[in-house]
């Protein structure tokens, strides 16, 4: 069934990778403003924590659908439409003028958002299983620039304006639609799904399923441990280090115009560990996979990303922040590809969207979860504690990436398909 990326050109693929692009840009945009929004609105932290939770929730609801949905009537309309969607939702970002304003922007662009799903189901479509992983570090390179300059064109947009930022992206949507509309081809299926969202039945084999189900269990581990680090460390500097941030004092103390002023520089710190990520993914993922393995790498990444952690939860000076910044997009680049090819590899040829969709509503449920919890342990603990019981769940993560490893890293088979080696 799958063909070669060189069917289409490169035209799909760099389509792919723009709309993966776009959504965690506006991801990332919003991670700057945060604090403008605490100060300008007067928002309780529990209140911040769920805005920036609410747009992953959507994706929680809704990835399965548009999976599902592409399944059925075409991968192509899906991604076009949640682009010209997300496209609305960022224009109503840009204008939002209150805490309801910006919950109703950040729902629909997470709801339209969700098509991320549908992008990796293309990937698998017009990938071999061989170099599916490959194809995933495709997304993960979108995921690493869109999480780089997402914060830093927020940031640094943020100084001129708070509306520019959302402008710049609703723009950006609608352009990648229209190229979408122009050139994507929609790759052929030979298989196709009918049903309209993945059942429950279909939920329990595939968690029960000691393949599938360890592979979901290790993405939500990450996926939560990380989207803490990304919901506390603005935080986290501008309470211990806000001199770093351009800020002579703590945040409680600071004015608007110097919180303003700190949006860029956390932008920026934020936009060098996307720069890392993205080129791992992008590029230094090719080459380690043939050698040592998805399975190998995915235990690897792990175990950095747990370390990483462990070393900015126990960080008492700003050069030891920067190594567990700098040790971070190692982890995150390893791990990322590495699980979504083994997880495509894993599933039936036939049921790639729905299976896919599972998974990004899996991470999804990660990013709507960390912020919250991270949240409540920064207020009820201290600075570090968010870090610390990331680092936690991250050692669990290991375990249990080490058996999976020790059980399936030699010889991978996949489901509906003859056994082949792990690439």
Not at 23 to 43: E, R, T, W
Not at 128 to 150: C, D, H, S, V
Not at 252 to 270: K, N, V
Request: proline share 6%.
């Amino acid at each position: 069934m799958s063909t070669s990326p060189a069917r289409g050109g490169r035209s799909p693929l760099l389509f792919i990778f723009l709309t993966v692009f776009i959504d965690l840009l506006g991801f990332g945009i919003v991670l700057p403003l945060l604090p403008i929004y605490s100060k300008a609105y007067g928002a309780e932290e529990l209140e911040l924590g769920l805005l920036f939770s609410c747009f992953s929730g959507m994706q929680f609801l809704f990835a399965p659908m548009w999976g599902r949905l592409s399944d059925r009537i075409g991968r192509k309309p899906v991604l076009v439409g949640g682009l010209i969607g997300t496209s609305a939702s960022y224009l109503l970002f840009a204008y939002a003028t209150s805490m309801p304003m910006l919950f109703v922007a950040r729902l629909l662009a997470g709801f339209f958002g969700a098509n991320i799903s549908t992008a990796a189901a293309y990937i698998a479509d017009v990938t071999t299983p061989e170099n599916r992983a490959k194809g995933m570090g495709l997304i993960g390179a979108a995921f690493g620039l869109g999480f780089t300059f997402g914060p830093f064109l927020g940031g640094e947009l943020t100084a001129y304006s708070p509306m520019y930022p959302g402008f710049l992206a609703a723009g950006l949507s609608l352009a990648a639609a229209l190229f979408g509309w122009w050139k994507l081809e929609e790759p052929p299926r030979e298989l196709r799904t009918h049903s309209r969202v993945f059942s429950l039945e279909q939920v329990r084999l595939a968690l029960g399923a000691p393949r599938i189900g360890t592979l979901f269990v290790l993405s939500f581990l990450s996926v939560l441990a990380f989207s803490a680090f990304e919901a506390m460390f603005a935080r986290f500097g501008l309470a211990l280090f806000p001199q770093q941030f351009g800020v002579p004092e703590s945040i409680e103390h600071a004015t608007m115009d110097q919180i303003l002023a700190a949006a860029p520089i956390t932008g920026r710190y934020l936009g060098a560990i996307g720069i890392l990520s993205a080129i791992i993914q992008g590029g230094l993922i090719r080459r380690l996979v043939p050698r040592y393995g998805e399975t190998s790498l995915a235990l690897t990444g792990q175990a950095v990303l747990a370390l990483s952690l462990l070393v900015l939860g126990l960080s008492q000076s700003w050069g030891v922040v920067l190594l567990g910044c700098v040790l971070m997009p190692f982890g995150f680049g390893l791990n990322n590809p590495a699980l979504s090819g083994l997880i495509s590899r894993a599933t039936p040829v036939d049921q790639q969207g729905a299976f896919l969709g599972l998974n990004q509503s899996i991470a999804s449920l990660a990013r709507m979860s960390g912020p919250p919890l991270a949240g409540m342990a920064f207020q009820r603990w201290n600075p570090h504690a968010p870090f610390l019981l990331g680092a936690g769940a991250l050692g669990l993560s290991v375990f249990l990436a080490y058996g999976y490893h020790r059980r399936f890293g030699a010889t991978f088979p996949r489901t509906g398909a003859a056994p082949a080696a792990e690439a």
